[in-house]
T-cell receptor, first 115, second 107 residues
Framework: NAGVTQTPKFRILKIGQSMTLQCAQD?????MYWYRQDPGMGLKLIYY???????DKGEVPNGYNVSRSTTEDFPLRLELAAPSQTSVYFC??????????????FGEGSRLTVL | RKEVEQDPGPFNVPEGATVAFNCTYS??????FFWYRQDCRKEPKLLMS???SGNEDGRFTAQLNRASQYISLLIRDSKLSDSATYLC????????FGSGTKLNVKP
């Protein structure tokens, strides 16, 4: 039962470096999301996708890019990393029924530190 | 104005206490409501649904007041294992998360 898998779990970046956070789900979910969570704060939506080939911005998209070439994968790219991007990143997926069930399936998170 | 607002706490309570968290939401057309639990350094997980008629699951009771646009979660007989952050979630097309209320249950 893999569910939503995120890699890497931990990463330290230097200012100005780039990297990609990987997210894959094996539940054939159309909806996928990237959130960031700063210490002691709530979840902020970065980008989301309602299906392969379709992506849209959330509340805090600046400094990030996404792609959705397949149903399974939804990578998040950080270009020119900044200390303000130090956070925990969560990927999540759901079905259309989730608006009734409330269930978002989260990955275990990726802890990113930018120094 | 934020879609969902919660008191961040922390709420520090002794084992066995009853504790209640509240959450308000701004969109009166919101469709559905839930509570999530997030343990320290873990991902959020769905705890329970919230209905106007109330929803009870063991020691946990969730309630929705649509007129006041207010959601509550009551935990009775608190256990050490209840220590976590509780997030309220409101769905109005999208999922909107509150910033969470931290609960510390002390021996």
């Amino acid at each position: 039962n893999a569910g939503v898998t995120q890699t890497p779990k931990f990463r330290i970046l230097k200012i100005g470096q780039s990297m990609t956070l990987q997210c894959a789900q094996d539940m054939n979910h159309n909806y996928m999301y990237w959130y960031r969570q700063d210490p002691g704060m709530g979840l902020k939506l970065i980008y989301y996708s309602v299906g392969a080939g379709i992506t849209d911005k959330g509340e805090v998209p600046n400094g990030y890019n996404v792609s959705r070439s397949t149903t399974e994968d939804f990578p998040l790219r950080l270009e020119l990393a900044a200390p303000s991007q130090t956070s925990v990143y969560f990927c999540a997926s759901r079905t259309p029924r989730s608006t009734n069930t409330g269930e978002l399936f989260f990955g275990e998170g990726s802890r990113l530190t930018v120094l | 104005r934020k879609e969902v607002e919660q008191d961040p706490g922390p709420f520090n309570v002794p084992e066995g206490a009853t504790v209640a968290f509240n959450c308000t939401y701004s969109n009166s057309a919101s469709q559905s409501f839930f509570w999530y639990r997030q343990d320290c350094r873990k991902e959020p997980k769905l705890l329970m649904s919230v209905y106007s008629s109330g929803n009870e699951d063991g020691r946990f009771t969730a309630q929705l007041n649509r007129a006041s646009q207010y959601i509550s979660l009551l935990i009775r007989d608190s256990k050490l294992s209840d220590s976590a952050t509780y997030l309220c979630v409101v769905i109005s097309g999208k999922f909107y998360f509150g910033s969470g209320t931290k609960l510390n249950v002390k021996p």
